[in-house]
């Protein structure tokens, strides 16, 4: 079982469609993570928050749009999705935002763009 | 630019083997260095984080080193138990601020 809790676990959805995947953990940490995953590649980061202010966008595309609510919740808000967008999404908080603590990952959502 | 790399992309082992798994990285000034284990369709579970001040980690049958000079990391599972078999991944991270860098992950099966 994963302290992270992330939803929906599986989505499909349409390249006009807005969707939003969520992610949760009540382990008071304060920095929270939004990474993608490519079947068979390692992570690749997408966005940081720490202290509930967005610190760290790598550059993604603005069809992905993050949102930090709390400092118990992630969204990440999805328009206008490509198919090359299908991936596992996962989301991860540490304690602290400096990476001197582990990262506890979610199951992720699988998401599929048709 | 950190590189993390990690050699066999894929390993079959007996049951009971002790085995060791290893991640080279390109930049001597790393922070930390985590393994990860990743079972498929599953998010990531965080075994061992080594700070650079430390030079080894223990957790139950798991040991994970680190050599800096040599930009080396190894993870050592004892008596290896088919539950085992899974992805592991480690990472690495040059500065507070900087991202995590991942290798690609070794896969690891165990056979009964």
């Known amino acids: 079982d994963t302290e992270v809790t992330q939803t929906p676990k599986h989505l499909v959805m349409g390249m006009t469609n807005k969707k939003s995947l969520k992610c949760e953990q009540h382990?008071?940490?304060?920095?929270m993570y939004w990474y993608k995953q490519k079947a068979k590649k390692p992570p690749e980061l997408m966005f940081v928050y720490s202290y509930e202010k967005l610190s760290i966008n790598e550059s993604v595309p603005s069809r992905f749009s993050p949102e930090c609510p709390n400092s118990s919740l992630l969204n990440l808000h999805l328009h206008a999705l490509q198919p090359e967008d299908s991936a596992l999404y996962l989301c991860?908080?540490?304690?602290?935002?400096?990476?001197?603590?582990?990262?506890?990952f979610g199951n992720g959502t699988r998401l599929t763009v048709t | 630019k950190q590189e993390v790399t990690q050699i066999p992309a894929a390993l079959s082992v007996p049951e009971g083997e002790n085995l060791v798994l290893n991640c080279s990285f390109t930049?001597?000034?790393?922070?930390?260095l985590q393994w990860f284990r990743q079972d498929p369709g599953k998010g990531l579970t965080s075994l061992l984080l080594i700070q650079s001040s430390q030079r080894e980690q223990t957790s139950g049958r798991l040991n994970a080193s680190l050599d800096k000079s040599s930009g080396r990391s190894t993870l050592y599972i004892a008596a290896s138990q088919p539950g085992d078999s899974a992805t592991y991944l480690c990472a690495g991270i040059t500065g507070a601020n900087s991202k995590l860098t991942f290798g690609k992950g070794i896969t690891l099966s165990v056979r009964p």
């Open positions: 991860a908080s540490s304690y602290g935002g400096d990476y001197n603590s582990p990262l506890h």
């Open positions: 382990m008071g940490h304060r920095a």
């Open positions: 930049d001597s000034a790393i922070y930390n």
